[in-house]
């Protein structure tokens, strides 16, 4: 609009509507996608288009509740009808999910369980929203929702659950009570036997979360026609389409609620289309666009912009366009998007914070100088943000004294700097399988703080005297100057450990490596005795192009004693610390516990493992670590099935926690796989914000820096605590998800057919077996080869009489259907030979697991033909003979 007091010039400006300025702007400069903004805007919006298709649709969406009046809201909250709290939504659903209410005490407070789109009303992830409980007899019994990942979801990965083939997990999904060190149930009788876990409803939103951007894509009616990635059966590359397996392809819920809102507009130039996120925590979005065909089969950020009660989904604006699903740049930020991993470039105040790049490292007073002790590094290849480093001298006095040496980031990081507080709110460096996110700037992570081989660095030093018994005389803490004198590999520092003796007496680094080694033995040997477990993970490495960075192999990953060797020694850094922060700060100590699993946890694991007639015994750590170590000896035929069964046992148990000491009475410090009573870390600053914590307290307990002020709040360390948990579990899921788009492409037979394995035939082994009446016969897998699990469905024996279930066997067989013979039956920890191939739908990938052995199992069929084949050829010799004569 323009304001013009030239009364004489008017006549030399035209008017035009907004619509008409901005598509000559858009002409001008295409990636302004300035029509989208205008659309939302024009004719009601897509507010009108959600009212139209409500009005029009044959099955009308669910009408919500009005939100409650502001003024209404405070007075329902101090009468205490009301109670505020934020919403959190299922791991896997945005109809369901809790809300966190505080009430003191030890147990910090309560989830409150909010089930179906009704009682949620709108609410998202994130909103600090307004709750009513509902009646006590509506609540359910704390053994029905199971508290895994937020409220949702199952203690026990089944045949039923695991639908998609993928990277097999670590552990357990955390519970609620790992997280936020709340009640999952509570007492609802006298005796409190009987716990129920609360329930409730929302009534208002008084803070909503539309601040952030939510990656995915939309779905048209048109989309669900075909098949936009499609490739012939016949090239054998490991993709294959839907419509390659001559099966009709069920409705997808996605095409339900595309076709109920999708929608033209009488202007001519927008559509009203349905945005569906890659986060299933997300409610699907209308958005009305002028780009409908553009965007159909890309990866696009989409914002939220109300909610009305009116309307069955959310409304939005599109923001921009990330790039083509399913390549593996776009995938990548897809799921960086996904799990919210702070990506973005360092800011200018942070980088201010830096010292400069010429900055030279020279011995400060108070610091120790042990650059006369030669220390050294062993990590993986090509390692750059190197932690730490050891040592292990002779004494005069017989004994030996080893260091464990880690980079000082607190002297390059001062507390409640900017750069502080980046890495704060990062918490991590993040991994994925081509690229690392660091928590701090380069020049920190791979140069001043990374401990390299022949050049000085700061470090915080742990030094213990110990006999060469691996018995602890004595121990102090130092800030110190190193000089490394090497950076070895853990190959080459296995190469040291099996060097012989008689060729080690001038070697100084065989000589330190191979004293580290025999004490490593012996620590952890104590620890073993102690309880501790021997827990195992399905991990894999892939070989990656040099140029396209595309998988053209995977590879077991390769442990050596070098590996342990490292490992035993950050262990007892890390507990010796510990103990260190406790004595001096017994409330406000950031520690790591892991808390021992319930019984109900384990209870299918043992029922499997009776099949093979092993006991586990979980009463405590050492008792489980004996009886994995009795089933080692009975599963000695196949050494896998050990370790397949220290994996599931691992997956048994909800992942370690950091938290602050001041929140856990002393018996909930305790960290159940290493049996220590306390635990921490302090051996990964450059990577970890919970090692610069614990530098900052450790520091102070030995007097060389005061304790920064906010690290003597319990509140602020509570949520310190809660981030560094999030962050750190987002992190394990984003690299997992990075391996599992890597396996995709590398099944697929690389990004454009190009490099890549395709479709592969391997071993698998059972994890558990379907068997239930009504569902459709199946188990799920675990392929050693490449740390893949899934499903594989057996559709084609699901309706025959000859199908034999077995629930309390874990079994699925085919019987003769007149001898009653069982002509072939799997069990669980069976070995089978699976087909992993990898089906193109849409904008989407799909790994697949297809049965090959036993093969009457894959396809009954087989059986037929095969005696039909034995009766040809019996008639064909017996006419032969006929024919002779």
Known sequence: MAILDDVRGRRYYVARSVREHVTILQKEDPTLNLLDLVAQFGGGGAA???????????????????????????????????????????????????????????????????????????????????????????????????????????????????????????????????????AEGVPVDDGGRTLRRPAGRVV???????????????????????????????????????????????????????????????????STVVFFSIDQRVPPILLRTTQRERLVGMRILVSMDSWPADSEFPLGHYVRTLGVAGTKDTETQVLLQEFRIPCEPFPAKVLACLPPADYKIELEPGRAD???????????????????????????????????????????????????????????????????LDMLPSLLTTDLCSLKGNVDRYAFSVLWEVTPEAKIVDVEFKKSIIHSIAALTYQQAQSLIDKPDKDCKDD?????????????????????????????????????????????????????????????????????????????????????RHPAPNRSMFDSLI????????????????????????????????????????????????????????????????????????????????????????HRLLAAAIGVAPLPVFLSSKS????????????????????????????????????????????KEEDAYILDIETSSNAEPSFTVMVPRYGIEGRVRLTKIGKLDCLVRDPERHRLGIKDAKTGKMLASVTVFDKVRVKIWVRSSRDQRELVLDLLEPKILADPGALQNDGNSKEEKSGMKKKKQKTNE
């Open 370 to 436: 042990l650059r006369h002790i030669p220390v050294l590094s062993i990590d993986p290849p090509g390692c750059k943000d190197i932690d730490d480093a050891l040592h292990c001298t002779e004494l005069s006095n017989g004994n030996w004294q080893v260091g464990v040496h880690i980079a000082d980031v607190t002297h390059y990081v001062e507390a409640g700097t900017a750069i502080d507080l980046e890495a704060a709110n990062r918490s991590t460096s993040t991994y994925l399988v081509n690229k690392r």
């Open 508 to 592: 100084i680094q065989a000589g330190a490596v191979k004293r580290l080694a025999s004490l490593a033995r012996k620590f952890r040997e104590h620890r073993i005795n102690a309880g501790a477990l021997t827990l195992a993970s399905p991990e894999v490495k892939f070989v990656l192009d040099s140029e396209s960075l595309n998988p053209t192999d995977v590879q077991a990953y390769t442990l050596y004693e070098a590996n342990a060797l490292v490992e035993e020694f950050m262990l007892l850094a890390n507990v010796t610390v510990a103990k260190k922060i406790l004595r001096h700060y017994p409330t406000m100590s950031i520690l790591r």
């Open 48 to 182: 009108a288009a959600a009212k139209t298709t409500t009005a029009t649709s044959s099955s009308p969406p669910p009408t919500y509740d009005p939100h409650v009046a502001s003024s209404e809201l405070s007075r329902g909250l101090r009468s205490g009808r009301y109670h505020q709290g934020t919403y959190r939504s299922d791991r896997d659903s945005y109809a369901g999910g809790h809300v966190t209410l505080r009430r003191g005490g030890e147990d910090g407070g309560v989830a409150v369980v909010v089930r179906g789109r009704t009682y949620v009303n709108r609410a998202v992830d994130g909103d600090v929203v307004a709750l009513e409980l509902l009646p006590v007899e509506l609540w359910p019994s704390a053994a029905t929702i199971g508290g895994r990942g937020g409220g949702g979801g199952t203690t026990t990965t089944t045949a039923s659950v695991v639908a998609r083939a993928g990277i097999a997990a670590d552990t357990a999904e955390p519970t609620l009570h790992d997280i936020e060190n709340i």
């Open 716 to 759: 602020h360390l509570h949520d310190l605590a809660a981030n560094m948990n999030r962050r750190h579990r987002a992190a394990q899921l984003a690299g997992r998800a990075s391996v599992q788009l890597h396996t995709l492409i590398f099944f697929a037979g690389g990004e454009d057919g190009g490099e890549g394995g395709g479709a």
């Open 204 to 270: 208002g939103i008084i803070r909503r979360n539309f601040h952030r951007n939510f990656c995915g894509s939309i779905c048209t009616v048109g989309d669900a026609a075909g098949d936009g990635n499609g490739s012939d059966d016949d090239d054998d590359d490991g993709v294959v389409d839907d419509e390659d397996e001559g099966t009709e392809r069920p409705v997808h819920p996605h095409d339900v609620i595309a076709a109920r809102h999708e929608r033209e507009h009488p202007d001519g130039i927008t």
């Open 607 to 694: 029922q499997k493992a009776k099949t093979r007639g092993i006991s586990l015994c979980i009463d405590d750590s050492k008792k489980l670590a004996d009886s994995l170590d009795d089933a080692g000896k009975i599963l000695s035929a196949d050494p896998y099935l050990d370790q397949l069964l220290r994996i599931l046992s691992t997956r048994c148990m909800s992942p370690a926690q950091y938290f602050c000491s001041g929140e856990y009475q002393a018996k909930d410090w305790h960290h159940y796989g290493l049996a220590a009573p306390v635990y921490t870390h302090f051996t990964s600053p450059i990577r970890r914000y919970a090692d610069v914590c614990v």
